[in-house]
Each structure stands twice: as C-alpha cells, then as structure tokens.
C-alpha cells in the first residue's frame, strides 16, 4: 500500500494545473502563471524517469481538462452525443493533448536537468519546443499557449517582439528560475539568467505603449459588426431559410453609408453557388448604398471532378474576394478516418462537417481601398499563420460561431487570442460571431467596443488602416526556435560530458 505521501505529488500537480488556468481569460490573474508552472518543474526535478513520465502526462490531463473541458458542450449539447460517451470522447480527446506532454518534459527534460543551465534554460526551450510543436501536428492545436495569459499584464508589451510563444519561454524561464532559487542561487548560470530577465521584465512595461505600426490615413472607417443570435438549431432549420434571409437584408438597408458591414461565420447555411438570387440581392443593395460587406456563407467547387466544398468569407458591394479556411476543425468541419467514423454516432455527421481545406496562396479581401486579411474561427488561433499573412493586411477580420461552445469560458478564451493577434501585428482587428464575443480590438490588444454575448445586436465602432510591421512580423518564432533547439543540444552534450 502507497503511502499518503505519495499521493501529495500529484495532488499540487492538481492545483498547479487549476492554477495556470486562473491565470487565461475569463479569470486573468495572469501574475500566477510562472508559479503555477514552477510547481511542475518542481514536481519534476527529483523524479525518477517513471515519476516523470507519469507526472508529465497527469499535469497535461488535468490542465487540459480543466482548460478546454467545453468540448464536452459541442459534443453533448450540440453533437447529440450521450452524456457518459461524450465524456468518455472528452477525457480522450484531452488525454491525446497530455499525451505530447511526455516527449518534451518525460524524456527531455529528464536527461538534461541534472544541471543549472538544463533545468532552467532547458526547460524554457522543453516549454517552447512543446507549444510550438501543437500548433502544426496533426494539424495543431494551439489552444492555452502559455504566453495568451499576459494578454493584459504588463509584460504584454513584449507581444509584438517576441510573440506569443516568445513570451511562453520567458514564463516557463521565470518558472524554472523560482524553482531553482534555493537549490542554485549560488550558481553564477543562474545569476546571469535572472539578472537577464529581470532586465527584461523591468523594460517589458516601457513597450506596452509603444506603437509599432502607425495610421495609414487620416480618416477612421465606421464599421458595423452584426450579432444575430441564432441557435444553431435555427440556422440549420430550413424553415428558418427565409426569415434569416430576410433579417440580414433587411439589417443591410438600415446600414446604409457604414463603410464596412460584417456578418458572421456561415451567416447564411445555404451553398454560394446555389443562391445566385440572394447574392445579387446583397450586392446591388451594398453597392448602392457604398457599403463593403462581408459574410459568412460555405462554398462548392468542382475540383478534378469531384464535388467539394469549403467555409468561406465573401465580398459584395464595395467589397471584393473570396477566402477560403485553410485550418479546419476536427469533426467538426472534417471528420479524421471518414471512412469508420461516418454513421456511428451523429456527432460524426454534423452539418457541414464535409469541408475541404483551402488553398494556400490566396488573395486578401478589400473593402474599398483597403486590404482585409481574413480568419474564419480557429484559424485564429495559430501565431505564426496570422503574423505571416498580417504583414500585408491593412485590417484583420475574423468572423466566428462559437455558439458550439454555450456559456462555458471556451467563448473568452477565442477572445483573448484574437486580442493577441491584434496585439502581435499592430493592426485593428475585427470579429463578427453568431453570438458572441462581438468585438472590435485595437492594435494594443485592447478590446475598444464589445456586444453582450447571447443578445441580437449591431456593433457600431470606427477602426484605422495600420501600416508597418511589428518585431514579430519581421522575424516570427524562427529566433526562439533556433534558440530553443540549440539549448536543448547543448544540454544534452553537457550531460553526456558529466
């Protein structure tokens, strides 16, 4: 029988977890990150290699667990799934996340932490390697980045120079250093590096005001940013069809002279091709009152003789252009080994979960004379695919339906990352969503106008074409991941020389 000694590992591991998740939005206590994760580096220091790999994988399940527990509201609430299976989906799903927790910090960082430079400066490049690593395998998940928990801290400043998981490694750096504290504070290593971020934390504040990018024109442009507050059982009712026909056009004539209409993701469920009708209707009605309209509406292609079909942002009026989502959402936009999936539960055969990924190389929206980068939902999410296509964007604009996720704190978070968008590239962003959080956010991350979540509303707000480029922009994660890499090695040259 284990001692209850044992146990204890786990359980601060526990409230470590529950801790890092206060410090991301809707809860923002954002100075406890560094020592929520030190409780972790900690819990990995004296451990053996079975301790560590089983601590590892326990932190990551109950981080992942606590954090993005909201998929249970798709897929139960929305997906129709049973309750006990959509929670038995739910653990899985937040399992296969820990799982990749293993490699960085149960491998890893066990053969390097027997010095002061593995297990401090180690485990910043580990943390970094491992969150960047999650925004592109098995096509990413790049949700609670550690760096999206100073969004509004002091230290956000730093955003548009390192980035978000630039700013990760100066977290999981400042967690290892305070654990270290009393093991290494003799060491001249970890002098050197706490002097270092302690300089870096001092300036960070001075840049949290500091204007990267600057107005490309005089003027602002009034936008006006639907939230129309369908249930999704309303939006995929084709009793509903006309009704919501009706209201968005019907929106669109009491808009007359705003110079930018957005509405959000799949304002219309109906297939673009398949409503000639309507489209023209939008366009001459946006067109005569000097409108630029942007929607929401999935198209279909023909594609060497096969029939697909993508979720896609659309112009009419005095806006132009056709983008269509690159960063698909598992099952719920493609559903992963169709072929054995298909039929077996209905949350496998969701509306529209038959979209195809768009092309790479696309042309941007313009509304009028500006040059719109478009993000549908999750692709938001991914650091370096929005600062790499920001760079020649006037505006940023996202539309989203994060009604799939109810009332839970899924919503807030999505929130939080598209302010660091804003944030990172110096650019006004704009996000259109079915309802909510309809907002407009300034290029300091600063959210200027917001509707209330689950009401019908029109958000009425000015924004600015920005020109420049950030740091970020400049020279993405490339420095940090070069950096991280080389750490890494180094440390496990010096272990091999010990």
């Given at each position: 029988m284990?001692?209850?000694?044992?146990?204890?590992?786990y359980?601060?591991?526990?409230?470590?977890?529950?801790a890092?998740?206060?410090?991301?939005?809707?809860?923002?206590i954002?100075?406890?990150?560094p020592?929520a994760?030190?409780?972790?580096?900690?819990?990995l220091?004296?451990a053996?290699?079975?301790?560590?790999l089983?601590r590892?994988?326990?932190?990551?399940?109950?981080?992942?667990?606590?954090?993005v527990?909201w998929?249970w509201?798709?897929?139960?609430?929305?997906?129709?799934?049973?309750?006990?299976?959509?929670?038995i989906?739910?653990?899985g799903?937040?399992?296969?996340?820990s799982?990749?927790?293993?490699?960085p910090?149960?491998?890893?960082?066990?053969?390097i932490?027997?010095?002061?430079v593995?297990?401090?400066?180690?485990?910043?490049?580990?943390?970094?390697?491992?969150?960047?690593?999650?925004?592109?395998i098995?096509?990413?998940?790049p949700?609670?980045l550690l760096g999206?928990?100073?969004?509004?801290?002091?230290?956000?400043?730093?955003?548009?120079?390192?980035?978000t998981?630039?700013?990760?490694?100066?977290?999981?750096?400042m967690?290892?250093?305070?654990?270290?504290?009393?093991?290494?504070?003799?060491?001249?290593?970890?002098?050197?590096l706490?002097?270092?971020?302690?300089?870096?934390?001092?300036?960070?504040?001075?840049?949290k005001?500091?204007?990267?990018?600057?107005?490309?024109?005089k003027?602002?442009?009034?936008?006006?940013?639907v939230?129309?507050?369908?249930?999704l059982?309303q939006?995929?009712?084709?009793?509903?069809?006309?009704?919501?026909?009706?209201?968005?056009?019907?929106?669109?004539k009491?808009?007359?002279g705003?110079?930018i209409?957005?509405?959000?993701?799949?304002a219309f469920?109906?297939?673009?091709q398949?409503?000639p009708?309507?489209?023209?209707?939008l366009?001459?009605?946006?067109e005569?009152?000097n409108?630029?309209?942007?929607?929401?509406?999935?198209?279909?292609w023909?594609?060497?003789?096969?029939?697909v079909?993508?979720?896609?942002i659309?112009g009419?009026?005095?806006?132009?252009?056709m983008?269509?989502?690159?960063?698909?959402?598992?099952?719920?936009?493609?559903?992963?080994?169709?072929?054995?999936?298909?039929?077996?539960?209905?949350?496998f055969?969701?509306p529209?979960?038959?979209?195809s990924?768009g092309p790479?190389?696309q042309v941007?929206?313009?509304?009028?004379?500006?040059?719109?980068?478009?993000?549908?939902?999750?692709?938001?999410?991914?650091?370096d695919?929005?600062?790499?296509?920001?760079?020649k964007?006037?505006?940023?604009l996202?539309?989203?339906?994060d009604?799939?996720?109810?009332?839970?704190?899924?919503?807030?978070?999505?929130?939080?990352?598209a302010?660091?968008?804003?944030?990172?590239?110096?650019r006004?962003?704009?996000?259109?969503?079915?309802?909510?959080?309809?907002?407009?956010v300034?290029?300091q991350?600063?959210?200027?106008d917001?509707?209330?979540?689950f009401?019908?509303?029109?958000?009425k707000?000015?924004?600015?074409?920005?020109k420049?480029?950030?740091?970020?922009?400049?020279?993405?994660?490339?420095?940090?991941?070069?950096?991280s890499?080389?750490?890494?090695l180094?440390?496990?040259?010096?272990?091999q020389?010990?």
């Amino acid at each position: 029988m284990k001692r209850p000694t044992a146990f204890l590992p786990y359980l601060l591991l526990l409230l470590a977890a529950g801790a890092l998740i206060l410090s991301f939005a809707p809860f923002d206590i954002w100075f406890i990150a560094p020592f929520a994760l030190a409780i972790f580096h900690q819990s990995l220091l004296k451990a053996d290699l079975k301790q560590t790999l089983y601590r590892s994988f326990y932190f990551g399940l109950c981080f992942y667990l606590l954090g993005v527990h909201w998929v249970w509201v798709s897929i139960h609430v929305h997906g129709g799934t049973p309750a006990a299976l959509a929670t038995i989906m739910t653990l899985g799903f937040c399992a296969i996340l820990s799982f990749f927790l293993i490699l960085p910090f149960g491998l890893l960082f066990y053969f390097i932490k027997s010095t002061p430079v593995g297990r401090t400066l180690g485990f910043a490049a580990i943390w970094f390697l491992h969150e960047w690593t999650s925004t592109w395998i098995f096509t990413g998940f790049p949700w609670l980045l550690l760096g999206y928990s100073q969004t509004e801290s002091p230290f956000a400043g730093l955003a548009p120079i390192v980035g978000t998981l630039g700013l990760s490694f100066i977290l999981a750096l400042m967690a290892a250093l305070i654990s270290c504290a009393k093991e290494d504070i003799k060491q001249q290593s970890f002098q050197t590096l706490s002097i270092i971020l302690v300089v870096i934390l001092v300036f960070a504040p001075v840049f949290k005001d500091h204007e990267w990018t600057s107005k490309k024109e005089k003027d602002p442009y009034s936008v006006a940013i639907v939230q129309p507050n369908y249930t999704l059982e309303q939006k995929w009712d084709l009793a509903m069809l006309m009704p919501i026909r009706e209201f968005y056009q019907d929106n669109l004539k009491s808009l007359k002279g705003t110079d930018i209409i957005l509405w959000p993701e799949s304002a219309f469920t109906e297939i673009y091709q398949e409503a000639p009708d309507l489209i023209d209707a939008l366009q001459q009605t946006a067109e005569k009152q000097n409108n630029a309209l942007i929607f929401g509406m999935p198209t279909e292609w023909d594609k060497n003789g096969r029939t697909v079909y993508y979720n896609s942002i659309h112009g009419a009026g005095l806006a132009s252009g056709m983008y269509h989502k690159q960063k698909l959402v598992p099952f719920g936009e493609y559903v992963p080994f169709e072929e054995q999936l298909r039929g077996l539960i209905y949350f496998f055969d969701l509306p529209l979960s038959e979209f195809s990924k768009g092309p790479k190389e696309q042309v941007f929206l313009n509304a009028k004379q500006w040059r719109v980068a478009p993000y549908i939902c999750y692709e938001l999410v991914y650091p370096d695919f929005v600062s790499g296509s920001a760079s020649k964007a006037d505006l940023l604009l996202t539309v989203s339906n994060d009604t799939w996720f109810g009332k839970s704190i899924g919503p807030k978070q999505h929130m939080q990352m598209a302010q660091m968008r804003a944030l990172e590239t110096g650019r006004y962003l704009i996000r259109g969503t079915n309802d909510g959080i309809t907002a407009v956010v300034d290029p300091q991350g600063k959210i200027t106008d917001q509707l209330p979540q689950f009401e019908r509303g029109v958000l009425k707000s000015e924004v600015y074409a920005m020109k420049g480029l950030t740091p970020l922009m400049q020279y993405g994660t490339l420095p940090f991941l070069i950096l991280s890499g080389l750490i890494v090695l180094v440390g496990f040259k010096r272990r091999q020389a010990k």
